[in-house]
């Protein structure tokens, strides 16, 4: 009696990279973040991104490793024609799905047009469901919280005022494998002056 012998489907190894395109706003705000993280988990228990490091995301899509040098160069060469532009984060808020504490960023034009060249970017060279453009820039501050501490979070810091106005000179690019956890540097794209 024969055994049958199921194939591979690939016959070449594809391993799939993460890229997460961010802002990293200024020392003092990120400094300031963490503080209010480490507040937090003092004060509730621990909760998901407390230990992340303050940024907006401006995309986050996966390409194959093989691809990666190509994508980032068409990326980078459509990006780079962008101007340095300002950028303000607004007021604490919340979104009510998934818990989720942030600080609001307030879109500009140029931010809204950064995102659409993104859209374009994953039409032309990125081929994956996983992708995401931020629709709603934001800053998070942490996600998940239980129903209880989200209610005394809202209740604490909705009524209080932030405002803060920084220049953005470049866009940071991050890269993780399947199987590693963290976010490694991968490049700046650095915006013209």
């Not at 989720?100 to 960023?105: A, P, S, W």
């Not at 919280?145 to 005022?161: A, C, G, S, W």
């Not at 932030?162 to 220049?167: E, K, L, R």
């Amino acid at each position: 009696m024969s055994k049958s012998v199921q194939l591979p489907l690939f016959t070449e190894d594809i391993r799939l990279n993460e890229f997460l395109i961010l802002i990293e706003p200024p020392k003092n705000v990120t400094d300031y973040v963490s503080i209010l993280k480490k507040e937090l988990k003092e004060e509730f228990g621990s909760f998901k991104s407390e230990k992340s490091k303050a940024h907006i995301t401006v995309s986050n899509f996966l390409v194959t490793q093989k691809r990666m040098d190509d994508v980032l160069a068409k990326v980078q060469r459509r990006v780079s024609l962008f101007s340095t532009f300002e950028m303000r984060l607004q007021d604490f808020r919340v979104f009510e799905s998934g818990n989720t504490f942030y600080i609001g960023v307030q879109p500009s034009h140029t931010f809204n047009s950064l995102i659409s060249e993104f859209k374009s970017i994953k039409k032309e060279v990125v081929k994956t469901t996983k992708f995401y453009s931020s629709e709603t820039p934001h800053l998070t501050i942490g996600r998940n919280f239980n129903t209880k501490v989200f209610r005394q979070i809202k209740d604490r810091y909705l009524e209080k005022p932030f405002f803060y106005t920084f220049d953005v000179r470049k866009l940071t690019v991050l890269t993780r494998s399947n199987s590693k956890e963290n976010y490694e540097l991968y490049s700046h794209i650095n915006l013209q002056n």
